[in-house]
């Protein structure tokens, strides 16, 4: 299969290349260092006598006040997110309602150890049950339990080595916990067996700028621990036994190309003066000062919903507004766009959610929710107009746009537009369904602009789970079916001159950015740290290339066809 193609692994220290999804690029050269394993999980032990239980159960309060010292200890060291996800698995730790059924299980005999892993099962399933937000604290609870049960063991704490030199870390993926801690001047960067570009290894090494590479599959473990391994993640490849002077000249191009990235600060426009806005994907106030703070001209997608997360009851119109007002503030003079609540499937909004369905991902989320709920639109509609009056917008030249999520007909693109053109709102769709990248022509009358969701649009147009790691080679934007969608909404955008912008995580890589440039994209919108790469590779060039890298990825086989193709065209 071409989308997975790596060299065979080598057992006789013969070179091999890995391949695997790029994240975060760069290139770097070091020894590997392994992610120290995961303790063996027991059985069941009905073993503990009467007499000794009160002894067994002291044993793992000792275990869990150990463990959560240390991450609380850890927790002391650093900031921000990394704080907060060290915080949150000690709580887990100490969670009282764990703790009791751990006692159940040791006063029925079972060795602490067991009652550790029963009582995480039992959790897991709850939770997983849950599903959305719940669901992904599984891999703390785990990474919760792994940590006790090596501690009752003796056996040493699971997760990142200590290491005093330089090395790239290889893991089958990373827990919360671990990932908080990464040290970008030890760990230079990060290769994962398992995981997609979504998943919590790829937010975190994101957030942290350190190259990383995702999903290369079983083969990383032919790669011992302190083999010296050359990280291409621009390209998504490991290497052992490059030429030292091969590895030289490599690693030299990168660091230069950084060098141009950190000395560029926009804006973004090809070499022969072609536009094309930069902007930040953001969820909240902070998130939208820190995007102030980079090279992002504006925000391209506000993610409404994810601050309403753990909402039970809906906030009021004017409670609203505030939160809206506190992004809109951010940027006084440039673009914001604002997503209407993509509730539902991966996101849950308690207030918003109905009843649980089979398939969420193809059920009542985002725009859907509101044909049978038009108020909570119509509330959220008129929550964003009052934020323009307490922003001070509605009367500056600083444009406000509105867009509805999962668009799937031209009747709901219609009906969204009216309902926002009546509040005198700036209205949109996100192209993130193929049937709406299929009618862009006919939705185009109705619509200001189109977003297009390249995560969501790559998911339904390969029919593959965008948080499955092993569909990871499917649910790659790069796959010449969905540029050809993309293709499909620019032309539509051209004969209205209705403005076309990318949202995805497409546009976060350079050289895609570049070709959806030349597909007719005039913004592209990314998490801020990716923004100044993007800006850069586009000034490199002129349009006329990206336009033919365009051709050349629209009319490749397969998505590392497309990439190769495109690429080709660059000389790289
Ligand atoms: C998308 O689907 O590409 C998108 C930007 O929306 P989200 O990732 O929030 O679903
Ligand atoms: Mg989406």
């Known amino acids: 299969m071409a989308d997975t193609k790596s060299s065979a692994p080598s057992t006789d220290g013969e070179p091999v290349i890995l391949k695997g999804k790029s994240v975060v690029p760069g290139t770097v050269f070091a020894p590997v260092t392994w992610v120290t394993d995961r303790p063996e999980l027991p059985g069941p032990d009905k073993t503990v006598a009467e007499g000794e239980r009160e002894a067994e159960f002291e044993a793992f309060t000792r275990a869990v006040d150990t463990v959560s010292g240390r991450l609380s200890a850890r927790a002391a060291t650093v900031e921000g997110n990394a704080r907060q996800v060290l915080e949150a698995t000690v709580a887990i730790a100490k969670d009282r309602a764990w703790a009791k059924k751990v006692r159940k299980s040791v006063n029925a005999g079972q060795t602490n150890v067991y009652a550790v892993k029963q009582a995480t099962d039992d959790f897991v399933e709850m939770f997983l049950k849950a599903g959305g937000v719940m669901a992904e604290r599984v891999t703390d609870l785990m990474d919760v339990r792994d940590r006790v049960i090596a501690e009752l063991r003796g056996e040493p704490e699971p997760g990142i080595p200590d290491v005093d030199s330089p090395h790239v870390l290889f893991a089958d993926d990373l827990a919360p916990a671990d990932t908080a801690t990464l040290d970008p001047e030890l760990i230079v960067a990060v290769v994962t067996e398992k995981g997609g570009a979504t998943s919590h290894t790829a937010i975190i090494a994101r957030q942290l700028d350190i190259p990383c590479i995702v999903a290369i599959g079983v083969n990383l473990r032919s790669i011992a621990a302190e083999t010296e ?3 291409d993640a621009a390209v998504g490849t490991v290497e052992t036994g490059v030429d030292p002077a091969d590895v030289e000249k490599r690693v030299a191009a990168a660091a230069e190309l950084a060098s141009k990235v950190r000395g560029w600060h926009g804006p973004a426009e090809t070499a022969d003066g072609h536009r094309v806005q930069l902007l930040a994907n953001v969820q909240d106030g902070a998130a939208a000062r820190q995007a102030a703070e980079s090279v992002a001209e504006g925000i391209g997608l506000f993610r409404t919903e994810l601050g309403f997360l753990s909402e039970t009851t809906e906030p009021s119109v004017e409670e609203q507004a505030d939160r809206y007002a506190e992004v809109l503030s951010a940027f006084p003079e440039g673009k914001v766009v604002i997503r209407t609540l993509d509730a539902g499937s991966d996101k849950p909004v308690p207030y918003v959610m109905a009843e649980s369905e089979e398939n969420p991902a193809l059920g009542v989320r985002g725009l859907r929710i509101a044909r049978t709920n038009q108020e909570l639109l119509e509330r959220q509609l008129d929550g964003i107009a009052l934020a323009l009056k307490k922003s001070g917008r509605e009367e500056s030249s600083a444009q406000t ?16 537009a009216a309902l926002c053109h009546e509040r005198g709102l700036v209205a ?13 022509d006919k939705m185009m009358p109705y619509l200001d602009f189109v977003s297009i969701g390249t995560n969501d649009l790559t998911q339904y147009t390969m029919a593959a789970d965008r948080m499955s790691a092993s569909l990871a080679h499917l649910t790659d934007p790069w796959q010449p079916a969905v540029l050809r969608l993309v293709h499909t909404t620019c032309r539509a955008g051209a004969v209205t001159r209705t403005a076309v912008g990318v949202c995805g995580e497409a546009a976060a890589d350079p050289i895609l950015a570049c070709v959806l440039a030349g597909l007719g994209v005039t913004s592209l919108s990314a998490a801020p740290p990716a923004l100044a790469a993007v800006g850069a590779q586009l000034g490199e060039i002129d ?5 033919e890298m365009a051709a050349a990825a629209l009319d490749a086989d397969g998505a590392e066809e497309a990439k190769t193709a495109a690429a080709a065209v660059l000389g790289l």
């Not at 949109?428 to 862009?440: F, K, Q, T, W, Y």
Request: charged share 10%; proline share 5%; glycine share 2%.
């Open 229 to 231: 391994v050359l990280v």
């Open 401 to 416: 746009w509105v867009m509805a999520p999962m668009v799937a007909t031209v009747y709901e693109a219609q009906w969204f």
């Open 543 to 547: 349009f006329a290339v990206c336009r």
């Open 428 to 440: 949109g769709a996100m192209i993130e369904v193929p049937a709406a990248a299929l009618m862009a």
